[in-house]
């Protein structure tokens, strides 16, 4: 039985390495594509992948974390938020827990699907990648709504989730690209990570063998 000590040390070491990854990751995605802010991002799938191989504690965690420093440090035209000169803590909490959200679902997904079957595990991550998608756009806009009532109210919110307003493209178009990357992403980058122990392991036992 593991202790409890070095189980909770390692939690804390898988969320601290996620979480730098994912915002690094995405601060990286933000410089190449500056002329698309909105169209794609890698954050959520990092968050999901990370809820799924690691368990709820370390997804969850890491959404929260990851999401809140990029809200809190954005890069420019990330968000609506970093057109404004302060970023509401309400706005913050919102998408700290929609980060949470994509690192919990993540942790409960195994019990549903398993790697095996790859075309199968392919369309379902790309079905629950739609539907946390679609609910973080949704509540991302309601939230903005929220946090700053001047600038919009929740209505006009939902409806500007759907129209192209501030770019020649909706939104929404976040969860159709995201759709994708959970489909196309996700599969190899799990079954790379839950193969990553059994590699090493495998790694030494040879070297100990061989050293004998």
Known sequence: MDNPATVNSKQIALTAVMSALTVVVAYSKGLAATSMPGVFEFMTVLIFISGFCFGAPVGGSVGA???????????P??????????????????????????????ALSPRLLKPANWGKFSLSLAAIGFALTFTYDIVSSLGFAVAYPAYSDPMQAIILTFIPAYYPYPPIIHTFTNTIIFAAAAPPIIQAVTKLPETLNSRETKHKTAQT
């Open 77 to 106: 035209l990330a968000h609506p938020a970093a057109w404004l000169y302060t970023t509401s803590p309400i706005l913050v909490l919102i998408m700290a827990a929609l980060g949470a959200m994509f690192g919990v679902a993540g």
């Open 65 to 75: 974390i990851s999401l809140s420093i990029y809200m809190l440090i954005p890069y």
